[in-house]
DNA sequence: CATGAATGAGGTTTCATTCAT
DNA sequence: CATGAATGAAACCTCATTCAT
């Protein structure tokens, strides 16, 4: 938990340094990103960096809670959670909406969590309860509508859907770190392609 | 590529070293693997690693190299690839044979392999070319027996193919990293549970 | 160039630096100077070093760069250049004042520049540039009171010059490398003698 | 000194690994210059090196003292000692004869000696007493020639004439350590006036 | 509170030298 | 004798973290 240093900054100064901190951990991975570096590119010195975190790691952890927590809030806010069934929700999510606009960099940030197998343990907690949460309550929308097989247990669906989208999002966000362009209507329209063909191998696969 | 020095070594000799060093990497990820350790683990002198490999990345790349022709290797040996199908293909290497028995560590370290951004694009090559044939291949068997869907592309239907399998490896795998014991009877028949369902997701979704 | 961060220290501290780091380099040579040795001779730790230069090399050049400075700037303030000719410069500098008092250190530093092949190339552009357009002045003066021989080139009479001159200080220097002590008075007068003999030898030379 | 198996070695294989030592020493200077490199380019093992010299240091040093002993040789066998004054060996051996042709290399070595002030000390004795003999003598003979000024002392006219001397090769020579190119004619003209110029310095200097 | 200079533990890399074959 | 694999001491350099101002 960082500081109560911390908490007293203004909170666009807050966001600042965690998005610094971000950025730098996404182009580098948690061990090669340099505090010095983060300090710099937020504007603060060093020394004010470790007055609001005891060190490294729990600027990552606390970045990552943040981060989870800001994005599911953007994607609370887009589309509501009641009214989502898990298709609707990859054709608009996954694709279209945050993965290739503003929130790009949280995105990655998310998926790079996934790459440091030592810090995974401290932010699995967060991470999985949120996400989880959200997918199970996407899965009993589903299964209200009437378009989930019964015979299969939640959990395996979850990991099912979750492996087919996040391949999804990482193969076209792969196109697009360096870029800070957007796609072009050619492109969109090749990602819509195949989100469709996407979506009816996840319905056949888990629809009724 | 490593020095002649390390080629006129005697072949178990380097592999002993290969596999300390890949040890040393799924623990611990490129940055804080210690090149001592390896050596110390692989019974050599530091210096004796630095007369072999130019420097860690080095010994990294090759890892990647020897691992991935060995893994598939290993595959081949035991599974003709002629006769096989995806499913066949799932149900055999995923989750029973190698995976989880001798090469769990080879295994694991393919897969951390996408967790190091920064020697993914000069792993990726190799990594990429031997995989991505295999698995056409294993499609066209699947195809001709009449067991594939036509209506969506190769492409696509690969990457789903391996989003699914990889999970499901990873999400067995992640339980036995430390590899200090085998699996119970018990678990061994909730994952054969497991994978059966797997299969029928992956049948109902690809299949026709 | 050094960091901010060396530029930021007392004016002080960062001579004390400079000097310790060149006397390690006149008394081991580029190589086997250790920067280790250097930081504690100068009372800072290694790391800080790192701090101010990034590398043992840019040290080096920043030295040779300060050096020169400072040694010109000590040159004209004890004999303003107008003045003089290069006879009476020879007899001054050379001999009696700078050399072997108390910018001994940095004199032989400035020659074992020349040691240093393959960091030659990257100092060779500042001594150059400074003693050349000093010798050249000094040949000037020399001419207008009608003391210089006119039928050679006066690239040659510079050469001619510095190649006496140096080997004579050289000469002197390597017998107090050590720097422990003073010369003698009877040492000091057999200087004198030989200086004498060799100001015959250049007049007679480059005089007319 | 060397083994006495160096001594049993073939007169040529001994003359190809100096001179591949020779060659490493000048290009990298002593502490750069590997040891493995030298056995290399010389066609042996490193461990054969070691079977020969003691250590990299007694080979530079051995290295001096036949380099030297070559060198004096072929001077002696080019311009017999006997005839020459200093002014007309100037004019023949550091201009035009071994400098700039088959010799370059050893007179490259012999000059970047000066370079090692650590090593200086050991190679001193045989450098100096084969030159100044050398020099000692064409200064009898000149003297003999009625050809020197009688009030300056004789060491510190030899000082006085190295030093020229010196300087001038070292300029000459700086120009074609990359090439192994031969000088154009035009190149070899310039260099002869420049000679010319300098002979006529020495002569007002030295001569009576 | 903010700053940035100072620190030093810790890791990588080099290469002269040894020694078994 | 020749070879070249093995060794490890020694040096460079990095950067998280501390702390005086």
Known sequence: MPTDTFF?????K???????????????????????DIAQSAGVSKGSIYQ?????????????????????EKLDARMPLESQDVFSYFADRVSKSLVLEEER???????????????MEKTFHHMYEKTNDYIVNLLEN??????????????????????????????????????????TPAETQAMERELEQMLTL????MGC
Chains 1, 2, 3, 4 share one sequence.
Not at 172 to 181: E, G, T, V
Not at 202 to 205: A, C, Q, S
């Open 105 to 119: 960099e949280l995105a990655l940030f998310m998926q790079s969590m996934a790459g440091e197998p030592l810090l």
């Open 52 to 72: 609001y975190f005891a060190d490294k790691e729990e600027l990552y952890l606390y970045c990552a809670q943040w981060g989870i927590h800001l994005f599911m």
């Open 8 to 12: 007293r900054l203004r909170d666009e």
């Open 202 to 205: 996840l319905k056949n696969g």
């Open 142 to 183: 589903t299964r209200a509508k009437g378009l989930l097989r019964r015979d299969i247990e939640d959990e395996l669906l979850v990991e099912y859907f979750i492996a087919v989208t996040d391949r999804f999002q990482r193969r076209w966000m792969a196109r697009y770190i360096d870029f800070s362009r957007e796609m």
């Open 14 to 36: 807050q966001e600042v340094i965690l998005r610094a901190a971000i950025r730098e951990f996404v182009e580098k991975g948690f061990d090669r990103a340099k505090v010095s």
